[in-house]
């Protein structure tokens, strides 16, 4: 390694898919190689709540509204556009960046930035893409050239093809080649059981949320006249919680075969044992479905919608996927007509369980398992050139609405 020392920065309370994935691989790194590791976090912050036993690992405190210097030989952190980082962050010039696109709109330019002028954008992409071009072409064209200084110096690299495919067309770049840095879940071993052939158990692990609600409306709908065609109990287990939950409307999908049972939001420990002792099937899309993945329960990958489903959507395995895709934003693409996909699934299931587990687990263990992805994290990081001091002056700078929006939410 050419570097002494790494540093994971995402100051964050609450339990997410970002702060845990840094937590689970700080951990390893601790515990496999002899370099000195920070976390940048708030005093009872997610990262340092839950690494504060652990030892090897230094804790940077980070605070709202105060500024944090930080020089470290590498900073890895969730991608972002340079003038949108936190007003507080001062880092050295000769600091390596290590960038992690872990959410397709880490580099969308958000002309206003506040959430509630957010959703026209996204519904309306070819729209706003052009009229960036047009109307902030040179701030549009920065942006592009940051982003393709960062690749080609090895400073940045996406979790899985969604994310890269949604730069790509943003920005009109081609990558000329495609390397991932897939996300990892916690250890997990596979569980083997039996089904039985007349009573499956299935779930949904995740938010009930604005891109989620759809998708898992329509999964429920499909599987309710499944089990009622095919005479098979299936008690449908939601796990999880949100703003969206008044949408699901038992009545309206419960029959004399199908019941759904809402589980709620539980703690990460309550939900292993959940996924391990009660379900047969899993169905979500990102983290949530490599959480029953690494127990080797089959998973069926979701993507994201907006609006209701309407026409013959393809579901698919979760090793089926390819480019590391954990669930992208549904296109015509995923539709056949008169398709018979989730049929096909459920057979599986009842003829072929064990080979499905097995399926399902080594896809796990060779793409998400933190041994894998740590390994692969270390590498990568080691071959980053791009320094904090690359960065164009100019893109550091904030607009009016971003310092505006900064004063207001964090006070500097």
């Not at 519904?123 to 960062?150: P, R, V």
């Not at 065609?229 to 949100?242: L, M, S």
Request: hydrophobic content about 40%; some cysteine; glycine content about 4%.
């Amino acid at each position: 390694m050419n570097f002494k020392e790494i540093t994971f920065y995402f100051p964050y309370y609450e339990v997410s898919g970002v702060p845990v994935l840094f937590t689970n691989i700080a951990k390893y790194i601790a515990g496999h190689y002899d370099i000195k590791i920070n976390i940048v976090d708030y005093e009872n912050g997610y990262m340092a709540t839950q690494l504060k036993e652990v030892a090897g690992i230094n804790h940077i405190v980070f605070k709202t509204g105060e500024k944090l210097f930080i020089n470290t030989d590498i900073l890895v952190m969730q991608s972002i556009l340079p003038y949108a980082m936190r007003p507080e962050l001062i880092i050295s010039k000769t600091t390596r960046l290590f960038y992690w696109n872990l959410h397709p709109d880490n580099f969308f330019p958000w002309v206003f930035p506040f959430q509630l002028m957010r959703s026209v954008p996204k519904k309306h992409f070819a729209f706003y893409k052009n009229f960036l071009k047009l109307t902030f072409f040179k701030k549009y064209n920065s942006i592009k050239s940051f982003i393709l200084q960062a690749w080609n110096n090895k400073g940045l690299y996406f979790m899985d093809s969604s994310n890269l495919n949604l730069t790509s067309n943003l920005f009109d770049i081609k990558f000329e080649k495609e390397e991932y840095l897939p996300i990892a879940c916690s250890t997990g071993e596979i569980i083997r059981k039996q089904v039985l052939l007349d009573t499956l158990n299935v779930s949904w692990v995740g938010r009930l949320c604005d891109f989620k609600i759809f998708i898992l409306i329509y999964f429920i709908e499909k599987l309710s006249v499944w089990s009622k065609e095919r005479g098979i109990f299936i008690k449908f287990h939601i796990i999880g919680d949100g703003p969206d939950k008044k949408r699901i409307i038992p009545s309206k999908y419960e029959n004399k075969y199908f019941k759904i049972i809402f589980v709620g939001r539980i703690g990460k420990e309550e939900m292993d044992n959940y996924l391990m002792h009660h379900i047969d099937v899993n169905a979500s899309m990102g983290t949530s479905a490599l959480e029953s993945a690494k127990y080797g329960i089959p998973t069926i990958l979701l993507d994201m919608i907006e609006y209701p489903v309407k026409g013959d959507y393809k579901f698919r395995w979760l090793f089926e996927t390819q480019g590391y895709d954990l669930g992208h934003k549904i296109t015509k693409k995923d539709f056949e007509r008169n398709n018979d996909s989730l049929d096909k699934m459920f057979s599986q299931i009842l003829s072929r369980f064990n080979e499905l587990q097995e399926k399902t687990f080594l896809y796990y263990k060779e793409n998400h398992s933190i041994d894998s992805v740590s390994k692969l994290l270390m590498a990568n990081a080691n071959n980053t050139k791009l320094t904090f001091g690359d960065i164009n002056p100019n893109l550091l700078k904030k607009s009016f609405l971003r310092r505006f929006y900064d004063k207001k939410k964090y006070g500097i």
